[in-house]
């Protein structure tokens, strides 16, 4: 969305118009176009490695309830929101992400963006884990029985912050931005339920808990247009996530060696 369009989408009563400041000339790409490439390097590596995308996003960290709770593998709440079980999904995922992230991004800050994106993933696999794969019956080996995989939580979660932003600045926007971020938000609704309507065994319960954690974190980060604030803990969560999911993704790479070697044990 260019910045001029931004800068005149709001109403002109304000003294300290935050889009006059040099800090939001975007000097640098933004930390959405860094999570998009991750998730695009991610899925094309499942698929030289193991060509299967079901073996390789078991291997490669993919939602399992049986391998939570037999192996304590949580960090398996992290990695699947980087994994995707197909061409179709991955590209309505990041289409999606593109089409609001930039913006959200702009909004919270790169810090709560960060905060955001991640907390929301972990709300979406956490409410997958508990409503969803817990009602499925696993077989007796640890074999991908049933996995989730997916950044749509992630991206329900930011469009949740943004509809709380549009609530919290109704007095602030005009009118007609306001409809035209409400476009957005019903284009990247209608490309989920699209995907979801043409494509078996969508989760909407990890849908469903990435908006609900989304609306909710978006909350307490403070998404104001003038005067934005951040939390003063902010820093420190950012930092502790990022370390999380670094540390995830080395998880990642450890759990795929061990899982390779586990696999040709059993002539798999």
């Known amino acids: 969305m260019p910045l001029e369009f931004l800068k005149e989408s709001f109403k002109p009563d304000e003294d300290n118009d935050p889009f006059s400041q040099q800090s939001w000339v975007l000097t640098k790409l933004p930390i959405v176009l860094y999570i998009i490439f991750i998730n695009i390097v991610i899925y094309y590596l499942v698929i030289l490695l193991e060509g299967s995308l079901i073996e390789g996003n078991w291997k490669f960290g993919s939602l399992s309830k049986v391998r939570i709770d037999h192996d304590g593998e949580i960090f398996r709440f992290i990695t699947a929101n980087f994994l995707h079980g197909g061409n179709l999904h991955i590209f309505f995922n990041m289409l999606s992400l593109f089409m609001v992230g930039p913006f959200i991004e702009k909004i919270f800050g790169k810090i709560n963006f960060f905060i955001l994106y991640i907390l929301s993933g972990l709300g979406a696999t956490l409410s997958s884990y508990y409503f969803t794969l817990s009602r499925i019956k696993y077989s007796p080996i640890h074999y991908p029985s049933a996995q989730a995989v997916g950044a749509s939580g992630a991206v329900f979660g930011i469009v949740g912050g943004l509809t709380l932003f549009l609530l919290l600045n109704k007095e602030s926007l005009k009118e007609r931005v306001r409809k035209r971020l409400l476009i957005n ?34 909350y307490f980060l403070n998404p104001q247009i003038f005067g934005k604030k951040k939390l003063p803990i902010a820093r420190f969560v950012s930092y502790f996530l990022l370390l999380l999911t670094l540390s995830s993704f080395i998880w990642m790479i450890w759990l795929y060696v061990t899982e390779t070697q586990w696999m040709k044990g059993l002539g798999l």
């Open 185 to 218: 938000i019903y284009i990247v609704v209608a490309l989920n339920l699209v995907f979801g309507f043409s494509v078996a065994g969508i989760d909407n319960a990890g849908h469903i808990g990435g908006l609900l954690a989304g609306g909710g974190i978006a």
